[in-house]
């Protein structure tokens, strides 16, 4: 079992390897223009990259909250760090496959595995992963508030084709919402595995699994409705986290903005509205990008987001280029870090 699970960690860093080749040879500029927008970025790249050691933090903590909250009561441990280095690590392999981003699920229970049951780290890393997406709602859904506060003041256009979006995103989120509280309530894995027998050639397999692992699952789909039904506390705690989450990282957009310059009119209000600014850039982006989910590494998605989101708010579409080009230059370097991280012994 231990050689089957260091053969799939080697197929896991390999698939990231890949990832980076991929990603140098898919930008949409030649490597003397990517260049000159590095070097355009310059110091500025430092806080950039380095914001993402907070979120990363960030969203280690919000997984740990689940984790202890799941193994209360249990001699099982797992320690900050190691939690940490699976967050930067999952992370790197989400920006590597497509399927919205869940090539670094399995890697996660996986190596979450090693420290607690399959049970507990099944449900666990499905815990979280429903709560990172859970929380781009709640990021989305508050993110039209904030529009709709700045268009109140002057700052943004309003009209029918705006309004009638912003109307559309509301409901998409309200389903989303619905469809979450329902899975918190129930579970999910056992209902997800009905759906994918639906699927043509993948009705048997689904149906073998389901009877071979029937208890399994039920005891996982147990597990993840335990944790709103019996400790609210740790579910609203994770949820908050993961969503500080995405306002951290809009302060990589913030620092770009300022980069060229664009503050407002400077002083803390000045950069207060450019950091809200920021917030509906990445907002924006990454529901397009999830929208759009199964590219791999999210290809011509995000860079599309991010030129439509920042020409949405009256800047230019070359600012959002060079934005969409430094945010792939930094998941190239985190998804390195990640594999690095990867090839570290367990301590």
Excluded at 32 to 58: D, F, K, S
């Amino acid at each position: 079992m231990r050689w089957t699970k260091q053969r799939l960690n080697n197929l896991f860093f390999v698939v990231g390897i890949l990832a980076c080749v991929v990603m140098l040879l898919t930008f949409d500029v030649s490597f003397a223009e990517l260049w000159q927008h590095i070097c355009h970025a310059g110091y500025w790249l430092i806080p950039i990259v380095g914001v993402w050691i907070i979120i990363y933090a960030i969203n280690a903590w919000s997984w740990l909250t689940i984790i202890r909250s799941k193994t209360r009561g249990t001699s099982e441990r797992v320690s900050s760090l190691r939690v940490y280095r699976l967050t930067i690590t999952g992370y790197a392999l989400n920006y590597a496959t497509p399927v919205g981003g869940l090539g670094g699920e399995p890697y996660r229970i996986l190596e979450l595995s090693k420290d607690v049951s399959n049970e507990h780290a099944t449900s666990s890393v499905i815990l979280y992963a429903m709560m990172h997406f859970f929380a781009h709602f709640w990021f989305w859904f508050t993110s039209i508030f904030i529009y709709l506060a700045l268009a109140a003041v002057g700052d943004l256009p309003i009209n029918t084709a705006i309004a009638t979006v912003l109307a559309v995103i509301i409901v998409f989120c309200l389903v989303a919402f619905y469809i979450f509280a329902k899975g918190y309530r129930n579970g999910l894995v056992v209902k997800t595995l009905r759906w994918i027998g639906h699927i043509p050639g993948l009705k048997g397999w689904s149906a073998r699994f389901r009877e071979k692992h029937a208890e399994t699952l039920s005891n996982i789909d147990g597990q993840i409705a335990a944790l709103h039904a019996e400790d609210k506390a740790a579910f609203y705690k994770s949820l908050l986290l993961e969503y500080c989450s995405r306002i951290v990282q809009s302060s990589e957009v913030l620092f770009m903005l300022l980069l060229f310059g664009i503050d407002n009119g400077g002083g803390f209000a000045g950069i207060f509205v450019t950091y809200l600014h920021s917030i509906l850039i990445v907002s924006f982006t990454t529901l397009f990008a999830n929208l759009i989910g199964f590219l791999p590494m999210q290809l011509g998605v995000q860079e599309g987001g991010f030129v439509l989101s920042i020409a949405a708010l009256g800047l230019s579409a070359a600012l959002g280029i060079f934005v969409s080009i430094i945010c792939r230059v930094r998941e190239i370097i985190w998804i390195a870090v990640g594999m690095l991280i990867m090839r570290l012994p367990d301590k």
